[in-house]
């Protein structure tokens, strides 16, 4: 069964302590990872995936097929980071022009002054 | 307006209440997507629109009614809800390409729904 866990509902951190969010998934085929992000009253966007090996507001995620995970880091986490963050796994698409996301629970960052 | 726009922003409805969630989008996307996100359980897809061909119905209740009459529009019409069914509900476009591996999907700002 295709599934995302993030087991940490809430990270309360310090300004400029690392982060790590952790989200592991189960797919059987070769999956593709996101992250999304909902900052407060704003909407859910694209945070980064996991095939651009990008960096994105300081934020990366290596996908670990061995351990199945796809943690987000960020080395000096801001204020400006606090948010909902998800982790989100692609399935099969439908008719090559569609994508399922299956969505993790999310897990907040509090990012502490 | 740009991006996913989704009306009403709230709503409120008793449960013999019919009533319609609009979404649109001005991205020149084709597919379209409805998701559910309740208290502490994931964003869970509803329906998915690709075309404006129905391609995904993920064992929703009867009394969800999608409708998606051109590629800019998607409607979601309610009736006889039930008090479980109050959440969040988000529309998301994405631009399809056949063969791709993933298109960035869009996401409106949801309509909260509460069903007395």
């Known amino acids: 069964a295709q599934r995302v866990t993030q087991p940490e509902k809430l990270l309360s951190v310090f300004k400029g302590a690392p982060v790590e969010l952790k989200c592991n998934y189960s797919y059987s085929g070769s999956p593709e990872l996101f992250w999304y992000v909902q900052y407060s009253r704003q909407r859910l966007q694209l945070l980064l995936r996991?095939?651009s090996r990008e960096s994105i507001k300081g934020f990366t995620a290596d996908l670990n097929k061995g351990e199945t995970s796809f943690h987000l880091k960020k080395p000096f986490a801001q204020e400006e980071d606090s948010a909902m963050y998800y982790c989100a796994l692609s399935g099969v698409g439908y008719g090559g022009a569609t994508n399922k996301l299956i969505f993790g629970t999310g897990t907040l960052l509090a990012v502490q002054p | 307006e740009t991006g996913v726009t989704q009306t009403p922003r709230h709503l409120v409805m008793g449960m013999t209440n019919k009533k319609s969630l609009k979404c649109e989008q001005h991205l020149g996307h084709n597919a379209m997507y409805w998701y559910k996100q309740s208290a502490k359980k994931p964003l869970e897809l509803m329906f998915v629109y690709s075309l404006e061909e129905r391609v995904e119905n993920n064992s929703v209740p009867s009394r969800f009614s999608p409708e998606c009459p051109n590629s800019s529009h998607l409607f979601l019409h309610l009736h006889t809800l039930q008090p479980e069914d109050s959440a969040l509900y988000l529309c998301?476009?994405?631009?399809?390409?056949?063969?791709?591996?993933?298109?960035?999907?869009?996401f409106g700002p949801g309509t909260r729904l509460t069903v007395l």
């Open positions: 996991h095939i």
């Open positions: 998301a476009s994405s631009q399809g390409q056949a063969g791709a591996s993933y298109n960035e999907q869009f």
